[in-house]
Every structure is written in C-alpha cells, then in structure tokens.
C-alpha cells in the first residue's frame, strides 16, 4: 500500500520512484529504500547462464505428473467440499431446507448464508458443504432447496441509462475538454466511434481453491492455488480463528492465476470454515462452472470516442469518454490517448455496474481493453487522411522504444506485402495485416528475503516463499545463484511456495521477476563473499582475489574444485539472505504487435495467420522462458480479439456460456505462426516484468488486420463471422 | 416484478457430455452385460465377483494402469479420471480435472495406446483394459522422448495441461509417427492451454517425433 513518506528519506535511505500492485493492480508510487550501493548484472550479453535458452528447472516434474497442484492434494480424512449457488442474478435467500441433504450417509456440515441475504449474481454461493466424496457432495447439493424472492436485475450495460442499482462511478476527467473541442473544429480528419469489449474470463486451468487442513489445535496447513504465497496466511487465520504466524500457506505448484488469485476467495474461506467446523481437512476446488460464474473477471468496456488528426499525420485532439464494466464491483481502464500523444486530450472514465460477479485483476487489468480502442480509433484515423497506419503511429508515438519496435515488427510480418487498400484484391480469402503498441510499468520493490545455504557437501539451496505461476521463477532462481558461483543449474537446489520461508510479493503487475531476481542475485554475492572469507586464508590469497570460475575457486593461482572448498566450511555450512538492490531492477516495457490475418469474404470466418510481437524488458533472466510468456501474450490477445466474451441472456440474467464447450478460447486449430521477438536493442541491464505488456497491443492488431483484409470496421469485440457479414452489408 | 422461485439446482454441469455421461452411470450402466464383463474377468477381487446383478453403490474393482494391477472402489457413476485421482491409493494425479465436460484434454489418458478423455470414460467401463497416465510414460530421471521434448521446447508453463498434452501426444505420435506440423495441430486439436504453450506444444511433438525416428 502506498504510504506517506517523510519530506526528506531519513538518513541511510534513499528515494525512488517504482510501482506497487495492490489486487493486481499496479500503481506508482515513491518509496524510501536501504541506501546501499547499487549493484549490476553486468553486460546483459555476457552472461553465462541468464539471457540464455534455460529449460525449466520443473520440466521434468510437470511433464511427468510429478508436479503437485492444490487440486491434487489429498489428505488422510479429507472431505471435499461444493457451493450450492444462486441461478438468479438478483434475489433474496427466504429459505433454505437442508434437511434431505443432512440424511445423506457421508454428508459431514453445511452451512448455509443466512436467511434474507441478497444474492447479487448468478453463482454466488449460498450453501458450503462437505462430504467423504465428490460424488456425495454433489448429491447433497442436489438434494438442498433454496427459496428465493427474485428481485429486479440488470446484466446489460448501457450508457444511455442511468447507473443501476449499485450505483456507476462518477467521471473522471483529464485533460482540458474544452481546448479539446475547440481543436477538435478545426482538424482535417475526425472520427467518431464506439468501442466495446465484453467481460472475459481468466480460464486458469487449475480453478481457484484450497485444502484447509485443520484438525484442531492452535496450528493450520492451508494449500492454495494462489498468486501470492504470504497473501494467504492473514485470511485463512482469521477464518480459522488462529494466529496468523501459526499458519502454513502451500503453493507447490500453481494451475494459473492471470490476475485471478489474490488472498483466499470463496473457496478459500469455506474451505477454512468448513474444516474449522469438522476438524478436519476440506478440499474445496470450485467447479469450471463455479469458476466462470463466481471467481471474478475481466471487466467490458465501452469506449466513444472523438478524435482529429491533420493530413501531415499530426494526432491533434482526443476526446475519450470510457466505461468500464466490472459486473457488481470496481475497475479501471488503461486512460487515453495510451500510448500516444495528443495535442490536446480529454478523458473520462465512469463504471457501470451489473448483476455479474466482481471483476478483479486479470493480466494488464484494463489496458487491452484501452489498447484494443485506442489502436481500433488510430487505424480508422490513419486510414481517412490516407497516410500508413505503421507511420501515423510512429509519428504520434510518446515513445522512441515503440518507432524501433515497429520498424522490427514491420520487418518480421513483411508489412511491405500488405495492401494498402481495405478489403482490397479479388477472390474470396483476402489477407490484411494490422498492428498496435502497448506498454507496462512493472518494476521491483523491497519485500522479498531470499535465503542461501551453501553445505559441506558442496550442495546449495536458494530459497524464498515466492511462487511460480508458470512464468519460470523457479527456473531464474537457480540460474542466478549458478552463475555467481561458478555452477551449473543442476547443482543449485530451489525451494519456493510455502510461507514459511522468506517474505515475497505477491505476482501481480509483472513486479515477480524485478522484485526477486534481485533479492537472489544479492543473496548470491552474500555467499560468494563468505565463501571467500572462508577459502582466502585456505588458498593463501586476500578475500577479493578469490575468483569463482565454472565449478572451481581459484585464489593465488590455486584451484580448488567446488566440493573441496566447501569441506572448508564450518559443520553448519552457510547461510545467508539478500533482500532487493533498487539498481539491479527497472521500470517500463514496451511492446509493438504485429497481426495478419485472412477473411473468407462469403462466410466472414477469419484465419489468423501470422503474429509478431516485439517486447523489451531490460535483462532477459531466460529467454526461451520469456519467448513462451510473449507466445502466451499473443495468443490471449488473439482470443480477446476474436473468440472470447462472456454471453448474458439479458431477461434471465444468467450467463449462457459458463464452460469451455461455449467460452471460446483459442485452441491448436487457430494458432498462427507466431513470431516472438526480444528486442536487444534495450541495453538497459535491469530486471523488468513482461507478463502484461506481451498481452496488451496484440488485441488492436488482430482487429486492425481484419479490417485491412476485408474493409468491414468491427468496433466491438469479439470479432465473430456474423459481425463481419453484417459490416459487408453495411458497406454495400 | 419480485417473483418467487423455488430452487432446487440442477446437476451443475447442465447437460454437459460428462454431466449425461454420469446420470447414465448413476442409472443404468450397470447392466448385465458390463457386469458380465467384469464379473467374468479374473482381474475382479472376490467380493466384487460376487456381484452377479445390477449395483448402484460402491464397489470393489481392480483396473490395469501403468502395467499395475490396481485396486480400486468405484460406484458406476465413477469416471477413469475420478477413480485414479480421487479413489486409487495412493493416487495418480498426472491426469487433471479442467473442464469435467470433454472439453480441454487436461484428462487424457491412454486407453489401449489411444489418447480419450479420462472425465468421459466411466471407470467400470475400463476393467480389463490396459490404461496409461503420464506417470506411465517415464519419470522426472528417465524422460520419454516425448517428455524430453516437451522440457527441451519449453512447452508447458503453469503446467496444468501439461500432463494431458504430454499424453495426447504420445497417443498421437502412436498412430502417425511421422507428422507434419498440421497433423500435430490435428493431433492436438482436443487438448488446450490458457498460458499460450500451443507453439512450444507443437515444436515438441514434431521433435519427439524426429526422435523417434532417428532412434527407433
């Protein structure tokens, strides 16, 4: 949380600008950290470990079965619990007859919401229960009925009527509205335009859930599949009623969080509840339907915009009204003109509220939204004064990171085969290509407290109660503490995902890698200058002439292979820690999106056939690791832009597509080629994040190359053939 | 208006694939042909045996997976993904439950050397029948090709849908040795990833593929 800080840093600190995420979301702030001497990573090209193609250190383990995930623990005793949820977007819980339920042999507890609580979405669970088996459990829920008054509801966003029952959030403006019009009078070309994205869905694989083992006693084991290991301890010991130091968060492994996963949730505080009651471990794993309806999402938007450039491709005046969608509870969007710069600008954001559970964190919370806008509103300006849209946007671009990157995107997608007229060319499959630029903050900070103990035996483990989300944590730890001491990846033991070891962040807002790559790094150096304490008076030499070469250390010209000088060390071996160095991380990614596509003109029915996406972020800690992330990036901006979108029947108020046969994600079938691109031209030798900004321009990009092949301007995602088909018949 | 509803829910899954597979196992699977199938195999224990007509309860089977006679309670209603991850001790937890409807492959298990949907397939529909998991395939110190490919290539992230990927593959590779990389597309089309691995995915399958080739 940002806090208030003092006029001046006191002495011994000093200040920095960084983000922090709080939910996921990032916000900048200034902070006062240790004033120690900063450190490097040196050259980034002169690594021997880190910038390379690192396979992940948990390979073999996932591609075995190895890997243990929440939902793969089970405990002696464990009972699985399942929610009874409300099929109404709107009502009032009047009664609740269990007793059919309670007879059932092997159902242990439930418990129910009090009577004459609202529900304020389809899914919101009104009874917890457990029992010996799943099978059982949901018997039970089949056997409990619930009398609801239904109320009034609302899932349809609509800006032309006021807010609904909970109340929008007022506007916000930035910028000067009224020099903002007054240009707006006076440019060449102006666009009108309304842009809308529907609420999507994290789809982790692994569904958000815990197993609370609690078997009475002052002392809990909580399992989470979870974002943040220490985000987890707090909760879980209020609902259990313990001391928070005399609970265990595990997080082993983790089946995706997106944004999803902060602190217990529904499941985690039943969870608790439940084995608070029984005394005995719950499992409590939300259904893929629980899932979609009642673990929160990515908020909609609708965007209108106004904007104006001059023929010489000047970007002059934008006027942005958005509304974020974020169900019954609260979001931002990314705030235009993004990525570019406006003469003049005004924006205003406001929130209109529905009958949908909460939308919470979801990977560059509400920025592919403004992206996807923002690029859709560039194009369509680029194209009516008639200039490139590649060159309108390097021309309006804030940042010269972002006219490399589309010069090296252009490069790899072949811009120069695109045609430069719309829906151009005969013959009914035509191709298009489109592209847009998106940027992140990321960023370190001082929370992680990474251990290192070094054996007599030679071995070495690093360890942190981080988590690895499937971004490769685990995977640079070991790299860094290799690398500084002269060993190979298999020689370095890492230990992460439980709370009881050293503090971390949670992963949100891409602040993982620059948060604790530090931290391991310093670590790292610690041991490398005790062990050379301890091995200088062994080799004869002073401590700083101690070098640490690949598996050796040589002091005085006298090698002693690892092992031998380890057997120096006391029995205890050694242990030190590192915390986060402000120097070895940094701020700001930059990424450029590149799509091409082909549209069937009789059908509408898009082909994605290449992507390219172009991504900086100082030091890679492990490209191929990084390459997968930017892959990951754009293919969720290819599901935005075309599959994905959350479908509600507007008179019952339920969501129509609560599973993976109607959420359409894309699959194997739609892949394109895809062309992931680190940009080495950032020679910044620092740690940045890159989660988020590889998912945000691809979505504009897809939506600017369909309408480059097919001249048809879809404004609201997703792009879907029907969309298409009616936009031809509009162009007619 | 308010209205008034009395809400008793439905089978969460709806009419899923899963949802209908499950009422059909919970009602009627039990026939005495599928009975008949397993009471006549030797691979059934005693007790089990002794069950000449219709069951609706738990019962007592042993299946063959990763070459092991395992034994096993089920009811009818029990799917292969439900009795080797929730019911077999200690359990085999490879396999993961995603969709519950057919739907993402995280499930896939080998059934005979062919890849199916472990949350589709009824358990007691499988005795006799030799079943493989991605624990069946190699272990962490002795990768099988195409596990090896799968860490060479990166092609897992958060790693959920890594074991069904991982198995669909080997059915896959199983049938058509020698893919292009639109057969692996094809190959893989049931299976899928929310990280954005497809690509690594499809690299891995066509090394292991080459692998085998070149080492038989």
């Known amino acids: ?732 | 208006m308010p209205s008034t509803s009395k809400h008793q829910p439905k089978p969460q899954s709806g009419v899923s694939r899963r949802g209908f597979l499950k009422g059909v196992g919970a009602a009627a699977v039990v026939t005495d042909g599928i009975l008949a199938r397993a009471t006549h195999a030797a691979d059934m224990p005693p007790d089990a045996a002794a069950l000449g007509k219709p069951i609706s309860g738990p019962v007592e089977v042993a299946l063959t997976i990763n070459g092991q006679k395992r034994t096993v309670t089920i009811e009818p209603r029990t799917t292969l993904l439900s009795a080797i991850r929730d019911r077999l001790d200690p359990p085999l937890t490879g396999p993961k439950l995603v969709c519950d409807a057919g739907t993402c492959g995280a499930c896939t298990v080998l059934l005979e050397g062919k890849a199916v949907y472990g949350c589709s397939v009824l358990a007691i529909d499988v005795i006799g029948k030799q079943i493989t998991t991605v624990e069946g395939l190699g272990t962490p110190d002795h990768l099988s090709p195409v596990q090896a490919a799968f860490v060479q290539k990166d092609a897992m992230m958060c790693g959920f849908c890594t074991s069904g990927f991982v198995t669909a593959v080997t059915g896959f590779l199983n049938e058509n040795p020698t893919p292009t990389l639109e057969e692996v597309r094809e190959g893989c089309k049931g299976n899928f990833c929310r990280c954005g691995t497809f690509p690594h995915v499809f690299q891995a399958a066509l090394t292991a593929a080459a692998h085998v080739k070149d080492n038989g």
């Open chain 1, 1 to 732: 949380m940002p806090t208030t800080l003092p006029a001046t840093p006191p002495p011994g600190k000093k200040r920095i600008k960084t983000q922090q995420v709080v939910n996921g979301v990032p916000v900048d702030v200034e902070i006062d950290v240790d004033d120690v001497p900063d450190l490097s990573w040196g050259d980034n090209k002169k690594h021997r470990l880190l910038n390379t193609y690192l396979p992940r250190a948990d390979g073999p383990a996932k591609t075995t079965g190895t890997a243990i995930y929440t939902a793969d623990v089970r405990l002696p005793g464990m009972l699985i619990g399942r929610f009874v949820c409300s099929p109404h977007a709107h009502a009032t819980v009047r009664s609740i007859d269990t007793a059919t339920a309670e007879k059932m042999p092997g159902v242990k507890a439930i418990i129910p919401v009090a009577l004459g609580r609202q529900v304020h979405f389809e899914g919101e669970p009104v009874v917890a229960l457990a029992a010996i088996t799943q099978e059982i459990a949901e018997d039970a829920v089949k056997a409990i009925i619930v009398d609801y008054e239904v109320l009034t509801h609302n899932v349809i966003a609509d800006p032309s009527k006021p807010a609904p029952q909970r109340g929008g959030r007022q506007a916000r403006g930035r910028g000067d509205e009224t020099a903002t019009n007054a240009a707006l009078e006076k440019c060449d070309a102006v666009v009108e335009a309304e842009y809308r994205t529907k609420i999507v869905h994290h789809c982790c694989l692994e569904t958000h859930g815990m197993v609370a083992d609690y078997r009475g006693g002052a002392t809990a084991d909580v399992y989470s599949s979870t974002q943040g290991t220490h985000s987890i301890p707090g909760d879980a010991a209020r609902t259990l009623g313990l001391n928070e130091t005399d609970v265990t968060a595990i997080v082993q492994n983790m089946g995706g969080g997106f944004g999803s996963k902060f602190g217990i949730g529904i499941a985690g505080q039943w969870a608790c509840r439940l084995s608070k009651q029984l005394k005995a471990p719950v499992k409590m794993m939300l259904t893929r339907r629980d899932e979609f309806l009642a673990a929160g999402n990515g908020p909609g938007s609708i965007q209108q915009f106004k904007a104006g450039a001059n023929k010489d491709g000047t970007l002059v005046a934008v006027h942005a009204v958005q509304y974020a969608l974020p169900g019954i509870g609260g979001s931002g969007l990314g705030s235009q003109p993004y990525q570019y710069k406006a003469k003049t600008f005004y924006n205003t954001l406001n929130t209109l509220n529905t009958n949908e559970d909460s939308s919470v964190a979801m990977r560059a919370p509400g920025f592919p939204q403004a992206s996807f806008a923002m690029e859709s509103l560039m194009d369509e300006l680029a194209y009516k004064i008639g200039m490139d849209p590649l060159e309108f946007r390097k021309k309006n671009a804030t940042n010269d990171a972002h006219r490399r990157q589309l010069d090296r995107g252009a490069k790899a997608i072949g811009w120069e085969r695109r045609n430069p007229t719309p829906g151009g060319g005969t013959g009914v499959l035509r191709r298009g290509m489109g592209c847009g630029i998106g940027a992140w903050g990321g960023g370190g900070h001082a929370q992680c407290v990474v251990t290192l103990a070094i054996g007599r035996d030679g071995s070495v483990t690093v360890s942190c109660g981080s988590q690895d989300l499937g971004t490769g944590t685990r995977t640079y730890m070991k790299a860094i503490v290799a690398e500084e001491l002269g060993l190979e990846m298999r020689d370095v033991l890492e230990k992460i995902g439980n709370s009881k070891l050293g503090d971390a962040n949670a992963s949100g807002g891409s602040t993982t890698a620059a948060s604790l790559a530090p931290a391991v790094k310093v670590a790292a150096v610690n041991a490398r200058k005790e062990m050379a304490k301890r091995i200088a008076a062994l080799l004869g030499c002073k401590p700083e002439q101690v070098v640490f070469d690949i598996g050796k250390v040589i002091g005085d010209g006298k090698p002693l292979d690892w092992k031998q000088a380890c057997a120096a060390l006391p029995a205890a071996g050694l242990s030190v820690t590192g915390e986060w160095n402000a120097g070895l991380s940094g701020n700001g990614a930059h990424g450029a999106s590149f799509a091409e596509v082909e549209v069937d003109m009789e059908t509408g029915y898009i082909r994605p056939i290449k992507m390219v996406h172009v991504q900086d972020g100082g030091l890679p800690l492990n490209r191929l690791a990084m390459e997968s992330q930017i892959n990951g990036g754009m293919i969720q901006s290819l599901g935005m832009a075309l599959y994905e979108g959350r479908v509600m029947d507007a008179k019952l108020g339920i969501m129509l597509n609560p599973g993976f046969g109607d959420y359409k994600l894309a699959g194997c079938l739609e892949i394109p080629e895809l062309v992931p691109i680190i940009d080495d031209d950032d020679t910044r030798n620092v740690v940045i994040g890159i989660a988020e900004p590889a998912n945000i321009p691809g979505v504009g990009a897809v939506a600017n190359a369909v309408y480059n092949a097919c001249g048809v301007r879809v404004r609201e995602l997703p792009i879907t053939p029907d969309k298409i088909l009616n936009g031809m018949i509009r162009n007619v």
